[in-house]
């Protein structure tokens, strides 16, 4: 009882305590068990909210204050100078560019691209790098020289350069600049061999093909001396010819007192087979008294132009004729002519690709 009689006052305390907690938080704004805000708490929180957006406002107000006032459009003669700034350099970048890029590519072309047989457009890439790398190198040059030409700077404002219409403008002189700078350099062009590559290509094709054409021939039909003839401008010559140095030329219409196997196969547009050569009129015997060479039989078959699909029906043109000296061990045969035809068939189709350009 005694225990009793003391516990009943500390109970009440507590109570009493936790009772008091609960009316201050109330007054705070909220009851521990999740009740309603006070009227006193709304109000401190309307103050609270009004306090802040009077504060955000106050500092958009100076932000707005402390902002640059818009960029003024540049005067209509600080835009042309503007364009003038812009495109007298770039003339100098794009005369440059193309000068060198062609100079390059077509000393390229001549040499390593004859050397490899490399394609034109393969030498103009190649000098394109040189032209590259001039552009780094010197390009501080152009600069240079510009200023020291008096070239007039746009007097304008940092911002006045970010305007749109501004940097349109620069744009636009840039390329105006370049345009005209490599129409300039392409005027070397004008004092140029532009086919001067491209001939000695074909001719090394030709000696390469012919070469290789002949010599097997030869071995084919046993003959101790071959050649080939290509007709052109009323003459024909030889471009390959085993067993002989140097280069011969037969003219087609040959003078009086003058004959040619050679030009009455081309002219006759047929196979001329002789078994002994002395013993036919149309040989010449001045060659052999001057080289001291005698020849005993000759083999001679016209080339005729390869033909294509959609010519038109006819005869073809000679454009050439094969030539073959002294059979080993006779005369040239039935076999030794076909074998000849089809030789020439295959130098007119030769001829034709590496030629076709001209």
């Given at each position: ?6 516990a009943?006052?500390?109970?009440f ?9 609960v009316?201050?938080?109330s ?6 068990l ?10 401190a ?11 955000e406002a ?13 960029a003024?459009?540049p005067?209509a003669?600080q ?27 077509d ?15 393969a ?15 010197f ?14 700077t ?5 911002a006045q ?7 349109l403008l ?12 490599c129409c300039?350099?392409?005027t ?28 097997e021939g030869?071995?084919?039909?046993e003959?101790e ?6 007709v052109?401008?009323g003459?024909a010559?030889?471009r ?5 140095d ?13 004959r040619s196997?050679?030009?009455a ?19 010449d015997?001045s ?9 005993r039989?000759?083999?001679c078959v016209?080339?005729?132009e390869a033909a294509?699909e959609g010519?038109a029906?006819?005869p ?11 059979k080993r061990?006779?005369?040239?045969g039935?076999?030794?002519?076909r074998a ?7 130098v007119?189709?030769f001829?034709?690709?590496?030629l076709?350009?001209d």
């Amino acid at each position: 009882m005694m225990l009793a009689r003391c516990a009943l006052p500390r109970a009440f305390a507590r109570r009493s305590s936790c009772r008091a907690a609960v009316a201050q938080r109330s007054l705070n704004g909220r009851t521990a068990l999740g009740g309603p805000p006070s009227a006193g708490a709304r109000a401190a929180a309307r103050a609270r909210r009004a306090k802040t957006l009077a504060s955000e406002a106050g500092g958009a107000e100076a932000a707005g204050e402390a902002a640059p006032a818009a960029a003024e459009m540049p005067s209509a003669e600080q835009l042309r100078i503007i364009f003038v700034h812009s495109a007298v350099p770039m003339i100098g970048f794009g005369f440059m560019d193309n000068m060198v890029m062609i100079q390059a590519g077509d000393m390229i072309d001549n040499t390593i691209g004859v050397r490899f047989g490399l394609a034109t457009l393969a030498a103009a890439a190649c000098g394109q790098i040189f032209s590259d790398v001039s552009g780094v190198a010197f390009g501080g040059v152009v600069e240079d020289a510009c200023a020291r030409a008096g070239l007039r700077t746009p007097d304008v404002t940092a911002a006045q350069r970010r305007l749109p219409r501004v940097k349109l403008l620069g744009t636009v002189g840039a390329i105006a600049g370049v345009v005209v700078g490599c129409c300039l350099g392409m005027t070397s062009l004008l004092f140029m061999d532009l086919n001067a590559a491209e001939r000695q290509k074909r001719n090394k094709e030709l000696d390469t093909i012919f070469s290789t054409v002949i010599h097997e021939g030869s071995d084919t039909l046993e003959a101790e001396r071959s050649s080939l003839f290509l007709v052109e401008g009323g003459e024909a010559w030889t471009r390959v010819a085993k067993g002989v140095d140097g280069e011969i030329r037969v003219p087609l219409a040959c003078p009086k007192g003058r004959r040619s196997i050679v030009a009455a196969c081309v002219a006759n547009r047929e196979t001329v087979n002789i078994p002994d050569a002395y013993a036919d009129a149309r040989f010449d015997q001045s060659f052999d008294k001057s080289s001291g060479f005698t020849t005993r039989s000759i083999l001679c078959v016209p080339i005729f132009e390869a033909a294509h699909e959609g010519d038109a029906p006819g005869p073809r043109r000679v454009v050439g004729a094969v030539q073959f000296i002294n059979k080993r061990g006779g005369a040239f045969g039935d076999y030794d002519e076909r074998a000849a035809k089809m030789l020439a068939t295959h130098v007119a189709i030769f001829l034709d690709d590496v030629l076709d350009d001209d």
